[in-house]
């Protein structure tokens, strides 16, 4: 059975990059949460500058994400 840990666990025995790329992909998720609730905000406000310039983050983000996965792939866990 395969139990996810938090991260502060997996990093006292994986490779220190490894870690540093769980913990960076911790803060990119809460990054997406916290953009994808201020586009929603400046949609319904009709805020379109806004809107375009959220969009561009979040899509910087979501690369970021898909980077660090490529580059270590034991970070796509499946999450219950």
């Given at each position: 059975?395969?139990?996810?840990?938090?991260?502060?666990?997996?990093?006292?025995?994986?490779?220190?990059?490894?870690?540093?790329?769980?913990?960076?992909?911790?803060?990119?998720?809460?990054?997406?949460?916290?953009?994808?609730?201020?586009?929603?905000?400046?949609?319904?406000?009709?805020?379109?500058?806004?809107?375009?310039?959220l969009?561009?983050?979040?899509?910087?983000?979501?690369?970021?994400?898909?980077r660090?996965?490529?580059?270590?792939?034991?970070?796509?866990?499946?999450?219950?």
């Open positions: 059975m395969n139990v996810i840990r938090p991260w502060y666990e997996r990093a006292m025995s994986e490779d220190p990059d490894l870690a540093q790329a769980r913990v960076l992909l911790d803060a990119l998720a809460a990054q997406l949460v916290s953009l994808n609730r201020a586009l929603d905000v400046a949609q319904r406000n009709g805020r379109a500058a806004e809107v375009h310039a969009t561009v983050d979040l899509r910087t983000v979501d690369r970021y994400i898909e660090l996965h490529r580059r270590f792939p034991q970070t796509q866990e499946v999450r219950p």
